[in-house]
């Protein structure tokens, strides 16, 4: 006992033992305090979180989870060395190092903060609105630029950095920087652009020039398409923005334009029930609205009509197969009535010897013996 009592009585750095002895006991206290609390606390509000809809009770969860073990020896042993007398100069040390590790701590958990809003958002706008899952990645990006640079301004206004005069520094170098990196700050405005504007967003299938896809991504320099065969195709904003886009994801509905042609022989009350019968092919689809159908013009060899109607959704493989139906309706009802679809042909002139020239009606069988191309072009009487 009497070894104890010197023990706790011997002086080290102006501190006798027992006061290092209940220093070190507060700072013990404390950690295990909190190695105890923290994961029942995260248990029961994580429990809270699952019956719950709220927000706050999820973020106190991701806050406690990123709650990190430095931090926490950190303000242990600050409040450990409260009770003991310490020089100016090491109180000093001690008090930056806490409030250091204390903004530090704060940015992570800000930092965390966002980024759970954020993702909250994006999954319940996603559906909703597609285009501001972009704007919120950007945002998520700016937002936690944001938060850090001010962790930095304070650990260095605590370290007696005079910041005003590095704020301003920073503004000359950061014209420097902007020309040098001024491609890299044009795709990052197109971003924003692309944000704000919303010409396309994720989900969309897009035609950009030659290049077709799905966006998968707007980051802050590039677009991520995924093209129809399976490659991913990776677009400079800045490019983007000053292409000419063909955006399919604003498609309500589809308009379909064909022109089919009969020959020149079929009779005039046959041809007149032509437009009749595309429309009930057209019209005899669900989800489709007839716009048109007329003689249009005399080809070089058939009759030309024109066909117009819609689909009334954009997705294409409903297109097809709506076009596909009408197509064999019209090929069904042509073969009942007789009327013949036209396809190229020639109307060859021979002449015979002693006679007349004669020669095949358009888009008919040519009188006298065919010729080919080639017994043609070698210009022999036959």
Do not use: C
């Not at 950690?31 to 719950?52: G, M, W």
């Not at 903004?103 to 930092?111: E, F, K, N």
């Not at 044009?186 to 897009?206: E, Q, Y």
């Not at 007839?290 to 409903?318: A, C, I, M, Q």
């Amino acid at each position: 006992m009497e070894m104890m009592q010197n023990l706790l009585q011997i002086e080290f750095l102006g501190n006798t033992g027992k006061q290092w002895l209940f220093s070190a006991g507060i700072a013990l206290a404390f950690l295990v305090l909190f190695f105890i609390v923290k994961p029942l606390l995260r248990s029961r509000l994580a429990k809270l979180a699952a019956r719950t809809e709220t927000f706050w009770d999820d973020a106190a969860v991701e806050l406690i989870t990123n709650t990190k073990a430095l931090a926490l020896l950190i303000f242990a042993v600050f409040f450990g060395s409260l009770v003991l007398t310490l020089t100016d100069k090491v109180r000093t040390i001690v008090v930056s190092v806490t409030l250091i590790a204390l903004i530090v701590q704060g940015g992570l958990w800000g930092s965390q903060l966002l980024q759970f809003w954020l993702k909250r958002a994006m999954e319940k706008r996603r559906k909703e609105d597609p285009g501001s899952v972009a704007a919120l990645n950007v945002s998520s990006w700016v937002g936690r630029l944001a938060v850090w640079s001010v962790v930095v301004l304070l650990i260095l206004e605590n370290l007696g950095v005079d910041i005003t005069a590095l704020v301003a520094g920073l503004g000359v170098g950061g014209i420097a920087v902007a020309l040098a990196v001024q491609n890299i700050l044009g795709d990052l405005f197109a971003s924003l652009s692309i944000v704000l504007d919303k010409p396309f967003a994720v989900g969309d299938f897009v035609i950009v020039g030659d290049y077709m896809g799905s966006v998968e991504n707007v980051g802050l320099k590039t677009t991520r398409l995924r093209s129809l065969t399976g490659e991913q195709l990776v677009m400079s904003n800045a490019d983007l923005l000053s292409s000419r886009i063909r955006n399919y994801g604003r498609m309500s509905e589809r308009r379909i334009l064909f022109t089919l042609g009969v020959t020149y022989q079929t009779p005039r009350d046959k041809l007149k029930k032509v437009p009749q019968i595309i429309r009930n092919a057209i019209e005899s689809r669900e989800k489709t609205r007839f716009d048109r159908s007329h003689f249009k013009g005399y080809g070089d060899f058939s009759l030309d009509f024109e066909s117009v109607y819609y689909v009334l959704e954009p997705d294409y493989n409903l297109y097809m197969d709506i076009q596909q139906a009408v197509n064999f309706a019209i090929h069904e009802q042509f073969e009942d009535e007789g009327i013949e679809f036209a396809y190229p042909t020639q109307t060859l002139f021979v002449e015979h010897s002693g006679g007349e020239p004669t020669h095949g009606g358009a888009g008919g069988e040519p009188a006298g013996k065919e010729q080919s191309p080639n017994d043609r072009d070698s210009g022999g009487d036959k």
